[in-house]
């Protein structure tokens, strides 16, 4: 069984910085991928960014040039560093991971509010 565990979220100011990372366990094999999608309220959970074993990465086109993502491979973890924030980016944030190209495991997300 994997763990999927998310640092604590926060609330900031718009055009504020915000960190989180998230950082996979357990009996997690051949990682292909990890990432970030978020959920805000009456919306669906989307894509926000997510990097692949090789170190490509793909972003959502409304965080592109805000956001960026990176991974310490030999630990399992991916951090999403996350600039000039606005309100509408405020949502639950939830860390993916992809293993063996077909199981997903999700983190329990975490809470990210920019305020106006």
């Known amino acids: 069984q994997a763990q999927v565990v998310e640092s604590e979220g926060g609330l900031v100011q718009a055009g504020g910085s915000l960190r989180l990372s998230c950082a996979a366990s357990g009996s997690l094999v051949s990682v292909n991928a990890m990432g970030w999608y978020r959920q805000a309220p009456g919306k669906q959970r989307e894509m926000v960014a997510i990097?692949?074993?090789?170190?490509?990465?793909d972003y959502a086109d409304s965080v592109k040039g805000r956001f960026t993502i990176s991974r310490d491979a030999a630990k399992n973890t991916v951090y999403l560093q996350m600039n000039s924030l606005k309100p509408e980016d405020t949502a639950v944030y939830y860390c993916?991971?992809?293993?063996?190209?077909?199981?997903?495991?999700w983190g329990q997300g975490t809470q990210v509010t920019v305020s106006s």
């Open positions: 993916y991971v992809l293993s063996r190209g077909i199981y997903t495991y």
């Open positions: 990097i692949t074993s090789g170190g490509s990465t």
